[in-house]
């Protein structure tokens, strides 16, 4: 494979930039632009070593650097690696990125570095794809979920249930050799339950994958309530800023605005909008409009209640619209004591405007959404959760041969499937079109 290289570092200015090289040419490729202070040349140089000295073109020096060799196979790719540490300006690493590619490398297409980790066995799929998750990570929910995966725990999960199936079809093929003699584990008693064991454990695992969307990508919201109920200033509160306008004017809202909201380990991707009620204002009434619209596309609304008026009949109507996950904001308890009667969905008492700590919503959000934070692995994107059903099907469709007293040797083909799918979460006996779709969605240099 060819020599590759790329800046690992943002491109944007800053106090460092780091570029990258991999391949069987690595090292050779940075000794003809890397002159080091000590005289000490990179050929001699062991892996998981430093040195100091500068990039030069020619004679003239580029920049001081630090480079780092490590060599094959105690890598990140699993190939020689270089990386050169040096100033943080576009200028400088582009330009040693140009120097680099003048002496054979080439560039490094979008994951390929883990890409090349992946192909050289020095980590699973689902590790390869926590990467990104990694970086993508805003919370200590989603870092913790990451880690999980990239210590292989998804990866050694997916392995157990492949491996008690796989015992399965041992025996079946043992029994099919020897047809006189069934192992006990075949008995149709014993296989119904066990098989249903695991098709529950995967039912659950594919159930969580909703929450770990909302781990990785945030909670789509919708901000919502009559008009003067507080909604701007609820917004306000929630964004630690002046986000809305907030007047005693009914109908003030009426675009929508957003803003991503950080609640504990939660991530809100919260819409204001218009307040709702029944008008003939032409434009106040594309803004309700539009509210309907997110309302629909949601899946979290918070509905702000003016506790001076209390619940009117309109409140209940809007409520039975809202999704099912939702939470009532009862607002301005400072301009009154009266509590709010039974409601349909869980209740907090706030006066928005007095920026409460955003902890009391907290513990009403992990009721309805469960904890976020876990040590239980998680699946993490629809790749996953495509072949997670894709094996639930085919565990359900070897339970119901069972039941209808099928011979036990037409099982095998859906064990056999349900086993595919589950090793390919892995990244086992995958085609490179599946591969390629993994890696396309790294940021260059990673």
């Known amino acids: 494979m060819h020599t590759i290289a790329a800046i690992s ?24 632009i890397f ?57 400088i690493s582009r330009q040693i990125l140009r120097l680099l590619y003048q002496f054979g490398a080439v560039p490094a297409e979008p994951g390929e570095f883990t890409k090349r980790a992946f192909l050289n066995e020095k980590m699973s799929l689902t590790q390869a794809e926590a990467v990104m998750d990694l970086i993508a990570a805003d919370g200590e929910a989603a870092l913790r979920q990451a880690n999980l995966a990239m210590d292989g725990m998804l990866g050694k999960q997916m392995n157990t249930y492949a491996e008690r199936l796989i015992d399965f079809m041992s025996a079946l093929s043992y029994w099919m050799d020897d047809a006189e003699e069934c192992p006990p584990e075949l008995d149709r008693n014993t296989l119904s339950t066990k098989l249903n064991e695991i098709k529950m454990q995967l039912n659950r695992l594919a159930l969580e994958y909703q929450n770990g969307r909302r781990i990785r990508e945030g909670i789509k919201t919708v901000l919502l309530g009559r008009p003067n109920a507080g909604k701007s200033s609820v917004m306000n509160w929630l964004c630690g800023t002046e986000r809305s306008i907030v007047t005693d004017i009914a109908g003030t809202t009426r675009d929508i605005v957003t803003e991503q909201v950080k609640i504990g380990e939660f991530t809100l991707l919260l819409s204001d909008t218009a307040g709702l009620r029944d008008t003939d204002h032409q434009i106040e009434s594309i803004g309700i409009q539009q509210a309907y619209r997110e309302l629909e596309a949601s899946e979290f609304a918070l509905y702000v209640i ?13 409520l039975s619209k809202c999704p099912q996950h939702t939470l009532i904001l009862w607002n301005k308890t400072d301009l009154t004591e009266t509590l709010p009667p039974q409601l349909p969905y869980p209740v907090v008492l706030i006066s928005a405007i007095k920026h409460p700590p955003l902890s009391v919503l907290l513990e009403p959000m992990r009721n309805i959404f469960g904890e976020a934070v876990t040590n239980r692995p998680q699946i993490m994107n629809e790749r996953q959760r ?61």
Do not use: W
């Not at 200015?13 to 391949?23: D, E, L, N, V, W």
């Not at 506790?307 to 309109?314: F, V, Y």
């Not at 011979?407 to 056999?416: F, G, K, P, Q």
């Open 35 to 91: 002159v080091s202070y000590n005289h000490l040349t990179l050929s001699e140089m062991k892996g998981y070593t430093c040195a100091y000295g500068k990039i030069v073109d020619k004679e003239e020096r580029i920049d001081d650097v630090v480079l780092t060799v490590f060599r094959a196979p105690h890598s990140y790719t699993g190939e020689d690696t270089v990386e050169i540490t040096c100033h943080g300006g576009l200028y």
């Open 306 to 318: 003016d506790a001076n008026i209390g619940l009117s009949d309109e409140d209940l109507e809007f």
């Open 9 to 32: 570092t943002p491109e944007a200015p800053g106090g460092i930039a780091m570029i990258r090289i991999s391949g069987d040419q690595a090292i050779s490729v940075a000794e003809h």
């Open 386 to 446: 495509c072949l997670i059903e894709s094996a639930i099907l085919s565990v359900q469709e070897a339970l119901e041969l069972v039941d209808v007293g099928e011979e036990l040797d037409i099982l095998y083909t859906s064990l056999e499937s349900a086993v595919k799918s589950l090793r390919e979460i892995e990244g086992i006996d995958v085609n490179e079109n599946v591969i390629q779709g993994v890696f396309s969605k790294f940021c260059v240099g990673k």
